[in-house]
């Protein structure tokens, strides 16, 4: 069965830094493009960041996060990494790993109805 567990989530200051990690079981890892999305409360669930499959060579964020937030991956490790810095108390949200696997439609990485899986979800909250 497949697994995403996010951990690294926590309670930090504005200004400072977290890193997500999200590690895949019973996956292919490679075919996955990966993403990581965020709902607050109240809020739909927004994209943040996404990286494609493979060996990761294209990225993408969300306005919002540009230059402030990294994703890389481990395809060894088979987990997906988000590098927080600079962190706003508008970054608080439930953090939701997802995986979608290569081909078939075209990707829209900003579209959360085109992963296949989701993790549990890991709670960052950024204090003022």
């Known amino acids: 069965q497949v697994q995403l567990v996010e951990s690294g989530g926590g309670l930090v200051q504005a200004g400072g830094s977290l890193r997500l990690s999200c590690a895949a079981s019973e996956l292919p890892f490679l075919k996955y493009a990966m993403a990581w999305f965020r709902q607050a409360p109240g809020k739909d669930r927004d994209f943040v960041a996404a990286i494609s499959w493979g060996g990761g060579d294209t990225t993408y964020y969300a306005d919002s996060v540009k230059g402030r937030f990294t994703i890389s991956r481990d395809n060894a490790k088979k987990t997906v990494f988000l590098q927080m810095n600079m962190l706003k108390p508008e970054d608080t949200a439930v953090y939701y790993c997802?995986?979608?696997?290569?081909?078939?439609?075209?990707?829209?990485?900003?579209?959360?109805?085109?992963?296949?899986?989701w993790g549990q979800g890991t709670q960052v909250t950024v204090s003022p």
């Open positions: 997802a995986a979608r696997l290569e081909g078939g439609t075209s990707w829209n990485f900003d579209n959360r109805f085109q992963y296949h899986y």
